[in-house]
């Protein structure tokens, strides 16, 4: 195990109590995050270390990229997907990319069981599959989606995963 994902689970802590308690994940954290993901994949594998972290940086942030410009994720949330992209580097990204995704869609699921919407959110999801016009216009004040955590889950799922 690489030393530098030691501090993975300190900067995924920080980042989604930043994220609940405020709804921001601050930029010190990410931009630091991602500089010392390059900086271990530096000292730690030469140039091939080097290029396997930006490699799983701009992946990781790439991937997050379009989801952030329509509004479905923060700026914070891709920022810290591309620090934990360049601290796992390449090919280890494509499994927190899944398991992240994953993550997020069960936390989904259950937010929208929890508000109630879960039977609408679907129905209307099958009408839109099908050609039909939606029913619900959209909720009004649709849950947060605290998707910090889901990268979190999503990351440490792979970590021990590949590790254990």
Do not use: H
């Not at 921001?24 to 010392?36: E, F, Q, S, V």
């Not at 396997?52 to 952030?68: K, N």
């Not at 209307?124 to 998707?147: C, D, H, T």
């Amino acid at each position: 195990m690489p030393i530098v994902w030691i501090a993975l689970p300190f900067i995924l802590a920080f980042a989604c109590y930043g994220e609940i308690k405020e709804r921001r994940i601050p930029n010190w954290l990410t931009l630091g995050g991602m500089a010392l993901g390059v900086g271990a994949g530096l000292i730690e594998g030469d140039l091939e270390g080097l290029k396997d972290s930006a490699l799983g940086l701009a992946i990781a942030g790439g991937m997050f990229l379009p989801f952030c410009l329509l509004g479905v994720v923060g700026g914070g949330d891709m920022k810290l997907m591309a620090a934990v992209g360049a601290i796992v580097g390449w090919p280890m990204v494509l499994r927190v990319l899944c398991n992240t995704c994953i993550a997020g869609g069960v936390i989904s699921v259950a937010i929208m069981a929890w508000n109630g919407v879960l039977l609408t959110t679907l129905a209307n999801v099958f009408r839109i599959m099908v050609g039909m016009q939606r029913k619900a216009q959209g909720l009004r004040n649709p849950p947060m989606v605290p998707y910090a955590l889901a990268i979190t889950i999503g990351t440490l799922i792979a970590v021990f995963i590949q590790e254990f």
